[in-house]
């Protein structure tokens, strides 16, 4: 199994300026989740996002983008090309560049999810 110790510390450091502003449902040395308080209809808590280790990448899923797809409207190819399913990207390495596209996304993810109330 890769040691995907560097890319999770990583993708955690892009999330972890917003846990002040939102709640860490799950906080270990493998996985970050962050809740809004925002409750919604079905009673469950608005979803941030989070980052986790999986056998053969890690992954950091960013809900704001699932909300509202225009989010993604900018993001390049290279970056598109980890997403799976609507929210979320797979890592196997670090590419600095990924990741400040990818901090620059969850950036404005947060302030549209501020905009919406949700935060």
Known sequence: MPDFVDVF?????????YARS???TV??????S?????????????WFGGVQVKKRYVS???MPV?????????????L???MQGKSCFNFTKADPALLEELAALT???FEDYRSKGYV
């Open 9 to 17: 510390a990583r993708l955690r450091a892009i999330l972890d300026p």
């Open 22 to 24: 939102l709640e860490r």
């Open 27 to 32: 906080d270990r040395d493998d996985e970050l």
């Open 34 to 46: 962050l809740n809004t308080s925002h409750v919604q209809a079905n009673g469950a808590p608005l």
């Open 60 to 62: 950091y899923h960013l």
């Open 66 to 78: 699932y909300v509202n797809p225009a989010l993604l409207d900018d993001v390049s190819p290279e």
């Open 80 to 82: 598109k090309k980890r």
């Open 107 to 109: 950036e404005r993810g």
